[in-house]
């Protein structure tokens, strides 16, 4: 799940998925305009709460997790949702960003039961 989910986002982003969270604190931005990394890391921090909120359900709840598309869905709630919390020049590349993601994973996943 989590590694479609990263698959996606960097389908959608042309971003590397993160090799750990060591790379992710240090070296996977390398490269990318500075003013961009904390835009992007709100995404990837969107990307990690979606996938320990689907986690937890299947732990704790015990449902179904479908398809990637409910994780990557959630993430670009979240994403909607923490661009109103941003700066108001960067509440519009969130909103952006989310529709991109929300668009790639509907042309990904459709027609498609499950993954």
Request: overall charge positive; proline content about 3%; charged content about 15%.
């Amino acid at each position: 799940m989590a590694r479609l989910t990263w698959t996606t986002v960097h389908s959608a982003f042309n971003i590397s998925p993160p090799n750990n969270m060591a790379h992710i604190l240090g070296a996977w931005l390398q490269g990318i305009d500075k003013t961009l990394h904390p835009l992007i890391l709100v995404g990837a921090a969107a990307v990690f709460w979606s996938i320990w909120l689907c986690l937890n359900d299947i732990v704790f709840y015990k449902k179904k997790i479908h398809s990637c598309m409910q994780v990557l869905l959630l993430c670009t709630n979240w994403l909607r949702l923490w661009a109103l919390l941003q700066k108001v020049q960067h509440n519009e590349p969130m909103e952006s960003g989310a529709k991109r993601l929300e668009w790639i994973t509907r042309s990904l996943f459709s027609g498609l039961d499950a993954f």
